[in-house]
């Protein structure tokens, strides 16, 4: 029986039959041993392709999870800040909220207070107005009582007023005689000044004519100087006996000593060019009484 033959691509020509049987063998096995070199390189070449597709697609596949990854970050960081910015609100909006209730409920309870307060009032009013006309009531009675005894009294009145009137006219005379008592006394400097008062009305009539500035005084006798206006003075001795006394001047830094003057004598002496006058109206034990009298308007140094 002869043996088949196959004829495939690349596969050489069948020898012809005859002879040559052993080379027949040897070119088949050649023939065989070349197509599995050859599918042995094709299935290299094919295997290498696999494992640089498979690197392609882990590489591919790599990249794409880092940007899944990338873009899963971003999504987490922007979801955080909107629910951040959510909560932010949330906060803003309770806290507005509580705001408005509490503006709420301080409006109506002020509205509540002044309400109450006003019917306070309102009550307090219509309370005032009642009692105040039981009293006007009670008042025009007595208003009609008092009218009926000042009646009464009108008389009595009219003889007051003629007495009032006599006492002005006694009092006006006791002014015109002290006009008539002041006069004009020479000071212990030789010198004429202004009228000289004895007594505490012919003190108020030289105040009331306002021609100088009258300061009373009252000084006992001590150690140290006591003031009167703008000068000092320190009682050194006093007899009432003889209605005379001895006192020291402190005027301008001066100190000057006025010995057994006489009660209404004008004891006269200048500061910064302007006649000053003391008058003693009264001495008694360790004391006196009187008045000081200055000029109106200093006298300016040159």
Do not use: C, W
């Amino acid at each position: 029986m002869s043996t088949p033959q196959f004829s495939y691509p690349g596969a050489p020509a069948p020898a012809p039959q005859g002879g040559g049987s052993n080379l027949k063998t040897a070119l088949a096995a050649g023939a065989i041993f070349a197509s599995l070199a050859m599918n042995g390189f094709l299935m290299y070449q094919i295997n290498g392709m696999k494992a640089d597709s498979a690197a392609q697609q882990a590489k591919v596949q790599k990249e794409i999870d880092t940007i899944v990854e990338s873009g899963t970050q971003m999504t987490a960081a922007q979801r955080k800040a909107l629910n951040d910015l959510k909560d932010d609100v949330d906060v803003r909006s309770r806290q507005l909220s509580q705001q408005a209730s509490l503006a709420k409920k301080e409006a109506l309870t002020y509205t509540d207070q002044q309400a109450q307060k006003l019917e306070s009032e309102q009550k307090q009013a219509v309370a005032a107005v009642n009692e105040n006309v039981n009293k006007v009531s009670t008042d025009v009675s007595d208003v009609r009582q008092r009218a009926d005894a000042a009646n009464a009294k009108v008389a009595d009145v009219g003889a007051d007023v003629n007495g009032v009137k006599t006492d002005l006219a006694g009092t006006k005379n006791d002014l015109q005689q002290a006009r008539l008592d002041l006069k004009k006394v020479t000071g212990d400097l030789g010198i004429t000044g202004g009228l000289v008062a004895t007594n505490g009305k012919e003190i108020e009539e030289l105040r009331r004519r306002g021609e100088r500035n009258i300061i009373e005084f009252h000084i006992n006798k001590t150690k140290d100087f006591q003031k009167v206006g703008d000068i000092s003075l320190q009682l050194k001795k006093s007899d009432p006996k003889s209605n005379k006394f001895t006192l020291e001047l402190l005027a301008d830094d001066k100190r000057s000593e006025r010995k057994d003057r006489n009660v209404n004598e004008p004891v006269q002496f200048y500061v910064s060019k302007s006649l000053y006058e003391l008058v003693v109206n009264t001495v008694g034990k360790d004391t006196i009484s009187g008045y000081l009298s200055t000029p109106k308007y200093q006298a300016r140094n040159n």
